[in-house]
Nanobody, 115 residues
Framework: QVQLVESGGGLVQAGGSLRLSCTASGIFFRINHMGWYRQAPGKQRELVAQISIGGVTHYADSVKGRFSITTDNARDTVYLQMNSLTPEDTAVYYC?????????WGQGTQVTVSS
């Protein structure tokens, strides 16, 4: 059973930065396109950044130019570098494959941006 584990969230002031990490057992990241998703209170979960097996990235318009999704060389960890954070970025952040594999949602990591 694959377990996705997100970490790196926290409380940060507007304009600050955080780097989130996602790890998984086995070769999950090497055989799946991966994405970072977030869910703000009262809103649906949304995809904010994605990286293909080949390393091609795409971003939601709301985070373009501020967020960066990367993996390590072994593709054992997926990162989300978040810069110039705003209160609108406050959410629980999750990683999962693209397309989503519903059985593998982790606990997520809370990001709170204060104004």
């Amino acid at each position: 059973q694959v377990q996705l584990v997100e970490s790196g969230g926290g409380l940060v002031q507007a304009g600050g930065s955080l780097r989130l990490s996602c790890t998984a057992s086995g070769i999950f990241f090497r055989i799946n396109h991966m994405g970072w998703y977030r869910q703000a209170p009262g809103k649906q979960r949304e995809l904010v950044a994605q990286i293909s097996i080949g390393g091609v990235t795409h971003y939601a318009d709301s985070v373009k130019g501020r967020f960066s999704i990367t993996t390590d060389n072994a593709r054992d960890t997926v990162y989300l570098q978040m810069n110039s954070l705003t209160p609108e970025d406050t959410a629980v952040y999750y990683c999962n494959s693209i397309p989503i594999q519903r059985d593998y949602w982790g606990q997520g990591t809370q990001v709170t941006v204060s104004s």
